[in-house]
């Protein structure tokens, strides 16, 4: 993994063999609406599918103030040779009090299944155990969330318990799996 900066910019750039994760920008709202529009992709991010541009847009605001607050920072995920955003993932939640963060992701359907999360999943552990001095990561997840399970486990997350309706989204009461990887116990995934 190769992390930049921009000049006149404080947003890393993470590259991949065949990954570039950087900064949202508004001209990425079409692309965001056509992944986060779909159903089968939000059913487990916790919001309803996008209708709109603004809804994108309102999205991408919410990333920048995060990252601007250093409460969070979310990478679009390109392909290499391409600027179309096919998905995002990033931390949310982080306490430097506490070197932790939650971690979170999701990607396009045409992309599933083709090692692309894997690979941004790994550029974004490494960079939060490198450069934001996290000690612990974890990630929740829906019961029925089995792809970001394996996800984690691939990784090296351990399943720490069961949060029973710890979350209310789209009018319902979710239980969720709190998963956790710290640094110690991180390796890359080749």
């Given at each position: 993994?190769?992390?930049?900066?921009?000049?006149?910019?404080?947003?890393?750039?993470?590259?991949?063999?065949?990954?570039?994760?950087?900064?949202?920008?508004?001209?990425?709202?079409r692309?965001?609406?056509a992944?986060?529009?779909?159903?089968?992709?939000?059913?487990?991010?916790?919001?309803?599918?996008?209708?709109?541009?603004?809804?994108?847009l309102d999205e991408i605001d919410w990333y920048t103030s995060i990252f601007q607050k250093k409460t969070g920072i979310r990478w679009g995920i390109t392909l290499k040779g391409t600027d179309q955003v096919i998905g995002s993932c990033g931390y949310l939640n982080w306490s430097t009090q506490h070197y932790r963060s939650e971690v979170g992701a999701e990607l396009s359907k045409e992309h599933?299944?083709?090692?692309?999360?894997?690979?941004?999943?790994?550029a974004i552990l490494q960079y939060g155990f490198d450069h934001m001095a996290l000690v612990r990561?974890?990630?929740?997840?829906?019961?029925?969330n089995i792809a970001s399970q394996?996800?984690?486990?691939?990784?090296?997350?351990?399943?720490?318990?069961?949060?029973?309706?710890y979350e209310y989204t789209v009018?319902?009461?979710?239980?969720?799996?709190?998963?956790?990887?710290?640094?110690?116990d991180f390796s890359v995934v080749s």
């Open positions: 993994m190769t992390t930049h900066l921009e000049p006149n910019k404080t947003f890393p750039i993470l590259e991949t063999e065949r990954l570039v994760l950087r900064q949202f920008t508004p001209a990425d709202a692309d965001m609406l992944y986060l529009s779909d159903p089968v992709v939000m059913k487990y991010y916790g919001l309803a599918p996008f209708e709109s541009e603004q809804d994108a599933w299944n083709k090692g692309i999360m894997t690979e941004a999943f790994q990561i974890q990630g929740l997840m829906e019961l029925e394996k996800l984690c486990e691939k990784s090296g997350f351990i399943r720490e318990g069961l949060l029973r309706k009018g319902k009461f979710d239980d969720m799996y709190m998963y956790s990887l710290l640094k110690e």
